[in-house]
């Protein structure tokens, strides 16, 4: 009678634990459903995946120089930067799936593993950050419940895209 008794105790255990992850997971869901409604839906989202940035300013390397940079990103793999300084340097620097390279001042040069990991890890985070992949099957979402930002109400989420890290 005590181990059907444990047993009964441990199966209902398991069943809660399985609905309130299942609810969670759902949960969360709901609310990247509505995050992605806020920014314009889906479409425009997916659509997003693929931009094009340029920018200009002044950067510091001993002494001030004027520069304008073009960022292109095509998600999730592809990333291409183009820096021209105005002592007529320039720097290309791109990276497709597991490869990359560079070309600075007119020589090429394959990119190094840490530099293409890290290449990796911003389009991995900027394909979270899209969130439209974060209803895809290979999605791992939990919810962190609610809080206040300031007065408005909000919702954690961390997710995960494909056996990722966590964001």
Same mark, same amino acid.
């Given at each position: 009678m005590a181990n059907l008794k444990f047993a009964t105790t441990v199966l209902f255990s398991a069943v809660l634990l399985f609905n309130s992850v299942a609810f969670a997971q759902q949960d969360a869901q709901e609310g990247i459903k509505k995050a992605i409604e806020a920014h314009g839906g889906k479409e425009a989202l997916i659509k997003a995946q693929q931009y094009k940035r340029t920018s200009s300013g002044t950067i510091f390397f001993g002494q001030p120089q004027k520069f304008t940079d073009e960022l292109i990103v095509s998600l999730p793999t592809k990333i291409k930067l183009d820096i021209k300084l105005d002592t007529k340097e320039? #720097? !290309?620097? /791109?990276?497709? %799936?597991? $490869?990359?390279?560079?070309?600075?001042?007119?020589? *090429?040069?394959? @990119?190094? $593993? %840490? $530099?293409?990991?890290? #290449? +990796?890890? %911003? /389009?991995?985070?900027?394909?979270?950050?899209? @969130?439209? *992949? !974060? !209803?895809? *099957?290979? =999605? +791992? @979402? =939990?919810? #962190?419940?609610?809080? +206040? @930002?300031?007065?408005? *109400?909000?919702?954690?989420? +961390? =997710?995960?895209? =494909?056996?990722?890290? %966590?964001?």
């Open positions: 320039n #720097l !290309l620097m /791109c990276m497709e %799936e597991e $490869k990359g390279w560079s070309i600075v001042s007119g020589f *090429p040069i394959d @990119l190094s $593993k %840490e $530099k293409i990991v890290e #290449l +990796k890890d %911003e /389009c991995y985070f900027l394909q979270v950050v899209n @969130l439209v *992949p !974060l !209803l895809g *099957p290979t =999605a +791992k @979402l =939990a919810s #962190l419940g609610e809080s +206040k @930002l300031g007065n408005t *109400p909000v919702m954690g989420i +961390k =997710a995960s895209i =494909a056996g990722g890290p %966590e964001v």
